[in-house]
């Protein structure tokens, strides 16, 4: 009989954003491992099977608020599973598992299932709502986690500056590092599509930079101001934007480039398939990856251009560092810094020996590094830990 893993996740699938798309590769990975996953998500029609091979629930929940999910009964699940995957941040559901495990503990009572929580980002955030729901926890954080049987990891790097830096360095045994990762079969370097340009009005042999990430106030670090800013910059003046992405900051944005003088050399290509996001990758020169704070923790889209034979520009933040490493894969720029991030990306655009260098580069990091037989195996090793 296989051993049942739960997955909860606060967003998946077709919402992108990188929580839900780890928590998908997990589902998959280990349904091809041969373990019985059951996927558990707030607002998520349910269905019984995925092509992934998991079973997909809709996370009930007494009320919600944006990606929060109030959940006191969350527990039971420990009851009914072998293992139960919880990803971090998700208010008002990790909370009561927490403290229903630590309950458990202190009344020696046994539950079947192991608790693994998977650590991806602080919070940061902005308005009033983000400190109501994350104060209680950051205050906690080190206890919560604590109630685990194992804490996953996107990388050491940003843990180790996180909020969970001194449980890190108090038990460093609780933790395993289990890096994302992407379909390099799928984005991999390729033809390019000039029917495209030809179709946006973007001139041959014009530098091209792409940006990927969500246009919406969730998601409002992923620094598409400080993107705009560059463009407008004399450093970039013959550049071209695509932006892939949807939100209701579009708007904003768009506004933005027309204030700035740029709206005809910026491409809003909304939300488009995978086979889409590949096409118009391989046509990028430089990917940009002008993240602001903590909330952005590793970088899956940059991984993807990467993938593609891409190299990127990016803040110089923990995680986001780690894929990409200066001088060899792409380069690093101070966080909101808009002139550094042009003159970096103009740098790029123009040096055609070292952009073709470091595309090599980054795409041999991807394949090797950061594939998905590399995710399964590690993944496969961490629940043989556990006993799973």
Known sequence: MPKKIAIITPVFPPYRGGIGRVAETDATHLAELGYQVHVYAPGAKPVKKTVGGFTL???????????????????????????????????????????ARELDRKLNKKRRGKLIFSYHMDVSGRGFVVPLFSAPTRAYISEIMHTADRVLLTTFDYARTSSLGKALAQSPDLFRELLPCVNTEHFSPGVKNTALLEHWGIPAGAPLITFVG??????????????????????????????????????????????????????????????????????????????????????????EAMSCGVPVVASDLPGVRTIVRRGETGSLVPAGSSSALALALAKICNDHQMRDSMGKMARKMAVEEYGHARHKERLAEIMRELGL
């Not at 929060?68 to 919880?86: E, G, K, Q, W, Y």
């Not at 889409?276 to 590793?298: G, H, K, N, Q, T």
Request: no cysteine; hydrophobic share 50%; proline share 4%.
């Open 57 to 99: 629930h809709h996370l009930g929940a007494w009320f919600r608020f944006g990606h929060a999910a109030f959940t006191p009964n969350i527990s039971r699940l420990l009851n009914s599973h072998d293992a139960v995957i919880m990803h971090f941040p998700f208010f008002g559901t990790a909370e009561p598992m927490a403290i």
């Open 214 to 303: 969500g246009l919406d106030s969730a998601h409002y670090f992923k620094g598409v101001p400080v993107l705009l800013h560059a463009l407008a910059s004399q450093e970039l003046s013959d550049a071209r934007l695509i932006a892939v992405g949807n939100g209701n900051l579009k708007k904003i944005y768009q506004d933005l480039a027309e204030k700035l003088g740029i709206a005809d050399r910026v491409v809003f290509a909304g939300g488009v398939t995978d086979a889409a996001l590949v096409e118009i990758l391989r046509l990028a020169d430089v990917f940009a990856f002008p993240s602001l704070d903590r909330s952005e923790a590793f970088g899956l889209a940059a991984l």
